[in-house]
């Protein structure tokens, strides 16, 4: 995912100064890694610099001088073509649980124990996000019920691999 297309779709709905643009950014994907100042506007330069965003105005309203940047015609282009990719399935999977459970079966620890203690934390983060789905903007629920489901992947995962252990042991054993 581009910050720059993240940038230039909030640009789409009107032109907006840098810091609106990391307010918005964070409120609207609010399971999204918070948005630094420095990258916003280290991203404006860059988006300015390929000709897909342009200085619309400068406002002072009672504080410091703000640069307004709107989407240019070019900007609308590729925002169109990054929204027509498809995002391609990852090749490779990389996940810490797969490696601790093998890990802990190759080093001789306790992998079930560890399966266990992930289990529970995952539940406990569940339960959170379910009660932050429910009294959250509907931004907030979209990005809860993203996490739930990743999450619930994880804990089918879980359960696959506590039946494999005996599995994976005999065959590390071997």
Do not use: N
Request: hydrophobic fraction near 45%.
């Amino acid at each position: 995912m581009s910050i720059g297309h993240i940038v230039l779709g909030l640009l789409a709905e009107r032109p907006k100064h840098g810091y609106e643009l990391k307010r918005e950014h964070d409120q609207r994907l609010p399971g999204a890694r918070p948005l630094a100042y420095g990258q916003v506007y280290a991203t404006l330069q860059r988006l300015q610099r390929d000709g897909f965003a342009e200085v619309a105005e400068t406002v002072q309203e009672g504080g410091p001088e703000r640069t307004v940047y709107a989407i240019t015609e070019e900007g609308l282009a590729e925002l169109a073509r990054w929204l027509e990719q498809v995002e391609a399935p990852a090749p490779h999977v990389s996940s810490a649980l797969l490696s601790r459970v093998v890990v802990a079966v190759v080093a001789g620890g306790a992998a079930d124990g560890y399966l266990l203690r992930q289990r529970a934390a995952h539940l406990a983060r569940m339960r959170e996000l379910t009660a932050e789905r429910a009294s959250g903007s509907p931004a907030e629920a979209l990005a809860a019920d993203y996490a739930l489901q990743h999450l619930d992947a994880d804990l089918r995962w879980i359960e696959t691999a506590m039946e494999r252990l005996t599995d994976l042991e005999k065959e590390i054993d071997a």
